[in-house]
C-alpha cells in the first residue's frame, strides 16, 4: 500500500471519528513471556560472583539489603535464582522488554541487579534528570552504560516505562546510534509509539534521512498522531513528490489548524524556495532540522549558544553550514560528547587546504578561526608518513591546544595518529607529550610505554625530569606509579549525622600505623628525608620481599611528592595551585594512597573562608549512603549529578573527589580512575 492510499484511508477514519484520534496501542500493553536468554545468563555469571561474597551488606539505615532485591530493606531472594531450570520457568511480563540492553557486564554493563534498593519511580527520575551534557567525558561514558545495561527493574509502578525514558535520555545527549539500537533490541511487538517517535527522531538528527524515511513508512501505518503526518510530509518533499506532500500537509492544517507556525513555515519555504523567518526557529525539533536541509536553508548559528543538543548536531551535519560554522560548532559538539572524537576528525578532515598549506602547517601563521587552526594541524599530521614530522606536528597541536583550554579534545582527536608513531628511544624528545596525550585519551597502556621511554631519557641536559614531576599525581592515580597502596582498595568511614544515621565518606587518610600489602608501615625520617619501615606478615622471603619493596615505594612517593609540592608553591597563580593540590590530596585518600605528612598543611593559609561551587548535600548524601548500600545505577546516577561542578572555575575539589570516592565503592575502579585522571588533566590546563 503506498503513502497517499494509507492517508486517504486514515482521512475516512478521521471523519468517523468524534476527534479524538484512532487509538494506538498502549506502548506498556500487559504481556507475558519466559525470562531472555541475556538475563538468565547474567544472573549465572551474577550467582557465581556473588557466591565468593557476602550475601548482605548495610543500608543506608543501618538494616541489610539484599543483594539481589528491589527494596530498601527487603531480605527477599533475587528474582533471578542461580538455578537454570528455574530461570527458564520465570515469568516477568511486561518487565522483559523494559530490562532489555545492549550490553552486559560483560561488555562494560552495571549489571541485572544495578537497579537494587531502587523503587521504578525514582529510578525514572533518576534517569529523566540525568544531565543531557555531563561535565566530563569519563562521566558521559559512564551514563551511556548506565542507560543501555540490560538489568532486571523494579516491579512497582509498571505502568511507568524506564525503556522509553533511556531512550530519550540517549537522544538528549547526542547518543543517537546507541538510542537506536536500544529501541531495536526491544522486542517488535512491545515497541511503543514513544519508541517509535523516538527512533525516526534519532535518524533525523543523525541526517539518516533514507533510513528516518524507510522507519516512517514502517509505523506509519500503525499510529495516525501529528507527528506521524508531519514525518510523512517532510518524506514526501524528500522524495521530491510534491502532491503527497500537499495532500499530507492540508491533512495536518485540517487536524490541528495552523499552530505549529514553525512547520507551515518550513513547508511553504520548502514550496517557494525562499528563506523562512528567523523568527520560527527558535525552538527546533529534528523534524524541523530535517526540513532545514530539505530547503537548503542553515541552521541558526545562535543555536551554538544554545542548550539544543539536536541543533547543534544538526549544524555539524548540514551541507549547508558555512565550513567555518561547522567547524566551530564541531568542536563545541566533541567538546560537549554530542559527536565522537572520531567524526570530529572526519569534519576536520573535510577542509580543503592548499597542499603548501599543510607542507608548512608549522611555520605558516595560525588560521583565524581556531577549530580551523587544528583542521590544518590534523590534516597536516595524517598526511605525513614520515613518524618525526607527525610527532613534531602532533606536539604542536597539543601546545596550541593546552594554551586555548582544549587539550583533552586534542589528545581523543589524535589517539589514532599517536598509536603509529614508534614508542622507542628516538622519539624520546616526544615522549613526555604523547605520555600526557596518552593519559587524556585513556589509552593507559601506551602511557606506560612512553613513561618508560621518557624516565631512560631524563637526564640533567633536559626538561623530562621536571615535566614528569609536574604529572606525578596523575601518573600515580592512573597506576602507573608504585606508591604503596594497596591497589585497589574499597574503604569506607562511617560517621553519623545528627540523627544517628550511618553517614559513609572517603577511605581516610593513611594514619600513623596502617596495614596494605606486605604488614604494617610505619613512617621514619631521615635528616628531613622521607623514608618508611614496612613490617612483614611472616618472615618468610616472599613476605620480607613484599616488605621491602613496599617501603621502597613509599619513600620513593614521598620523595615525589615533596618535590612535587614544592614546584606548585612555585607556581604564579597561588589560587589555582591551591585548588589543585586540594583535588590531588583529596583524589589520594579516595584510592587509599598516602599523602605524605605535612602536605595539607601546607594548605592551610588564610582566608579559611572561600567562595565555592558544591553541590547539594542531599546529592552528596544520597550518593555515599547509595554507594554503602552497593546501589550502583543510583550511585553512578548522583556520581554524575555531582561532577557537573567540575568545569566551574571554582568547583570544590573536595566535592569532585567524593564522586570518585563513590564509584571506587562500588567497584567501579575502572571508571574511578578514568575520571580522577580526566579531572586532574582538566584542572591542569
Not at 479524538?20 to 560472583?49: H, M, W, Y
Not at 525539533?285 to 543555536?303: G, H
Not at 631521615?526 to 619513600?555: C, F, R, Y
Request: hydrophobic residues 45%; contains cysteine.
Amino acid at each position: 500500500m503506498t503513502l497517499r492510499s494509507r492517508l486517504l484511508i486514515q482521512t475516512c477514519l478521521l471523519a468517523m471519528m468524534t476527534g479524538t484520534g484512532a487509538i494506538a496501542v498502549p506502548a506498556n500493553a500487559q504481556t507475558s513471556a519466559p525470562v531472555p536468554l541475556f538475563l538468565k545468563q547474567e544472573a549465572e555469571r551474577d550467582a557465581e560472583q556473588r557466591s565468593s561474597d557476602t550475601n548482605t551488606a548495610p543500608d543506608s539505615t543501618g538494616g541489610t539489603l539484599s543483594q539481589g532485591g528491589f527494596g530498601g530493606t527487603t531480605t527477599t531472594p533475587s528474582q533471578f535464582p542461580s538455578d537454570p531450570n528455574a530461570v527458564q520457568s520465570l515469568s516477568l511480563g511486561a518487565v522483559d522488554a523494559e530490562a532489555v540492553g545492549t550490553i552486559d557486564r560483560s561488555r562494560g554493563g552495571l549489571g541485572i541487579d544495578m537497579w537494587n534498593g531502587t523503587t521504578r519511580k525514582s529510578a525514572a527520575q533518576l534517569i529523566s534528570e540525568l544531565p543531557a551534557t555531563p561535565a566530563t567525558h569519563a562521566a558521559r561514558d559512564l551514563q551511556v552504560r548506565l542507560l543501555l545495561s540490560a538489568a532486571a527493574l523494579p516491579q512497582d509502578s509498571q505502568d511507568i516505562s524506564l525503556l522509553d525514558a533511556r531512550v530519550a535520555k540517549l537522544i538528549n545527549m547526542g547518543a543517537l546510534d546507541e538510542a537506536i539500537g536500544l529501541v531495536r533490541a526491544a522486542p517488535q511487538g512491545s515497541r511503543g509509539e514513544l519508541l517509535a517517535e523516538a527512533e525516526v527522531n534519532a535518524l533525523l538528527i543523525g541526517a539518516q534521512m533514507d533510513e528516518a524515511c524507510a522507519a516512517v513508512e514502517s509505523y506509519g501505518a500503525s499510529y495516525d498522531q501529528l507527528f506521524w503526518l508531519k514525518a510523512a510530509a517532510m518524506c514526501a518533499f524528500y522524495a521530491n513528490d510534491p502532491t503527497a506532500a500537499a495532500f499530507s500537509v492540508d491533512l495536518v492544517r485540517e487536524m490541528d489548524g495552523e499552530k505549529d507556525a514553525t512547520f507551515f513555515g518550513l513547508a511553504s519555504a520548502i514550496r517557494s524556495g525562499t528563506a523562512i523567518k528567523s523568527e520560527l526557529l527558535a525552538q527546533l525539533r529534528p523534524i524541523d532540522i530535517a526540513l532545514l536541509a530539505i530547503a537548503k536553508q542553515s541552521i541558526p548559528t545562535s543555536q551554538l549558544e544554545s542548550d539544543n543538543a539536536a541543533a547543534i548536531i544538526g549544524i555539524t551535519n548540514a551541507n549547508a553550514t558555512a565550513t567555518d560554522i561547522r567547524l566551530e560548532a564541531a568542536r563545541k559538539a566533541e567538546k560537549l560528547g554530542l559527536i565522537d572524537a572520531e567524526k570530529l576528525a572526519g569534519i576536520y578532515g573535510s577542509v580543503n587546504f592548499e597542499p603548501s598549506a599543510l607542507e608548512n602547517a608549522l611555520d605558516d601563521g595560525a588560521e583565524a578561526i581556531q577549530a580551523r587552526q587544528y583542521a590544518k594541524l590534523y590534516q597536516a599530521a595524517a598526511q605525513s608518513d614520515v613518524p618525526a614530522a607527525r610527532a613534531e606536528i602532533l606536539a604542536a597541536l597539543f601546545e596550541a591546544a593546552q594554551i586555548e583550554g582544549d587539550f583533552m579534545q586534542a589528545a581523543r582527536l589524535s589517539a589514532p595518529l599517536l598509536a603509529d608513531i614508534p614508542v622507542n628511544g628516538d622519539f624520546s624528545w616526544f615522549a613526555v607529550d604523547a605520555l600526557k596525550g596518552s593519559l587524556a585519551a585513556n589509552s593507559l597502556e601506551r602511557a606506560e610505554n612512553w613513561l618508560q621511554v621518557a624516565k631512560n631519557a631524563s637526564n640533567s641536559g633536559n626538561d623530562i625530569a621536571s615535566r614528569l614531576s609536574l604529572l606525578y599525581p596523575i601518573l600515580a592515580i592512573a597506576g602507573l606509579e608504585e606508591t604503596g597502596a594497596a591497589k585497589p582498595v574499597n574503604q569506607v568511614a562511617n560517621a553519623t549525622d545528627s540523627m544517628g544515621t550511618a553517614l559513609p565518606g572517603l577511605a581516610p587518610q593513611m594514619p600513623t600505623q596502617s596495614f596494605g600489602l606486605g604488614g604494617a608501615i610505619t613512617p621514619n625520617t631521615n635528616n628531613g628525608m622521607a623514608s618508611a619501615t614496612v613490617m612483614p606478615n611472616s618472615t618468610s622471603p616472599e613476605d620480607i620481599q613484599k616488605a621491602t619493596d613496599q617501603a621502597a615505594a613509599i619513600a620513593r612517593h614521598r620523595a615525589r611528592m615533596t618535590e612535587w609540592q614544592e614546584m606548585q608553591a612555585a607556581r604564579g597563580d597561588q589560587a589555582a595551585a591551591k585548588r589543585y593540590a586540594e583535588l590531588t590530596f583529596a583524589l589520594f585518600e579516595g584510592f587509599g594512597i598516602e599523602v605524605p605528612a605535612g602536605l595539607w598543611d601546607s594548605l592551610l593559609t588564610a582566608p579559611y573562608a572561600e567562595d565555592r561551587l558544591t553541590i547539594s548535600s542531599a546529592v552528596a548524601h544520597s550518593m555515599m549512603a547509595s554507594a554503602a548500600a552497593r546501589q550502583k545505577a543510583r550511585t553512578v546516577a548522583m556520581a554524575i549529578q555531582a561532577q557537573q561542578i567540575a568545569n566551574a572555575d571554582n568547583a570544590d575539589p573536595k566535592a569532585l573527589a567524593d564522586t570518585v570516592a563513590a564509584l571506587e565503592m562500588i567497584g567501579l575502579h575502572d571508571d574511578a580512575q578514568h575520571l580522577a585522571t580526566e579531572l586532574l588533566l582538566s584542572f591542569d590546563q
